[in-house]
């Protein structure tokens, strides 16, 4: 089943192709911005809590650039204090690895979203 995305918004500067989503990581939430004309792939933008992500890379990219400035997130919001070489590296080599394990291992996908699910009414029912 194909998904549909959201009509395209239109921002100050251009329009989105999909909607800005929200994800929730360390001591505040942050922005998913999606949209084929983000720069470089994909970044982080910690000043405004934002990471863009080109939708003009193949599925496998996306999600590899997601997981790469994800690492970039955690490196900052759990105070890793590492140069900015080190961190760029850290983020190169989780992106490839988080993104090849699900994408060779889509199996992994509903069994976590199952442990999701049983821990969420498991704090729901306490």
Do not use: C
């Not at 690492?71 to 140069?83: E, P, S």
């Amino acid at each position: 089943m194909k998904k549909t995305r959201p009509k395209a918004k239109r921002t100050p500067a251009r329009k989105t192709k999909a909607a800005t989503n929200r994800i929730e990581l360390g001591y505040a939430g942050l922005r998913l911005l999606q949209d084929d004309g983000i720069a470089d792939s994909g970044h982080f933008t910690a000043d405004r809590q934002v990471i863009g992500i080109d939708t003009a890379q193949v599925p496998a990219d996306q999600l590899n650039t997601l997981f790469h400035e994800l690492t970039h997130v955690i490196a900052q919001r759990f105070h890793l204090d590492l140069d900015e070489k080190l961190e760029e590296h850290l983020a190169q080599v989780f992106g490839n690895a988080w993104a090849e394990l699900f994408l060779r291992n889509p199996n992994l996908l509903p069994f976590l979203q199952e442990r999701i699910d049983e821990e969420a009414a498991r704090v729901d029912g306490e």
